[in-house]
């Protein structure tokens, strides 16, 4: 674990997290200032600093990852509707915090724009 990571801080219950999902790679929580009415992180509990530290032999944790957040869109609701999934690299690209961490983003209707 990170120790000043706070993605890592909540993974040890030692932060908290309006927890959505767990199981013994993962957790899902709601992000603490969401973009739309669904806005769900979903992290590997490992501390993996961004994707572009994501190893060759990761490449089974990135695609349940993906797969996660789809079976969470469909547990919330939006999947018939639509959503979006993103994961920010780095500074330039937008990440705030060192841990990688997908965005499950919908409940409504999302801008053509990406940035």
């Known amino acids: 674990m990170a120790e000043q990571c706070i993605f890592c801080r909540i993974v040890a219950g030692e ?6 999902y767990q199981d013994k790679d993962f957790l899902a929580f709601r992000d603490i200032s969401p973009q739309a009415p669904i806005h769900l ?3 590997p ?4 600093t961004s994707l572009a530290q994501l190893a060759d032999e990761q490449q089974e944790l990135a695609g349940r990852l993906v797969i996660l957040a789809k079976k969470l869109a469909e547990k919330e609701g939006i999947t018939e509707r639509g959503y979006r999934l993103v994961i920010n690299c780095g500074s330039e690209g937008g990440q705030l915090v060192p841990h990688l961490h997908l965005h499950l983003i919908g409940g409504r209707k999302l801008g053509d724009r990406l940035g």
């Open 45 to 48: 509990k490992a501390h993996i």
């Open 15 to 20: 932060a908290p997290g309006d927890i959505v």
């Open 41 to 43: 992180l979903i992290i």
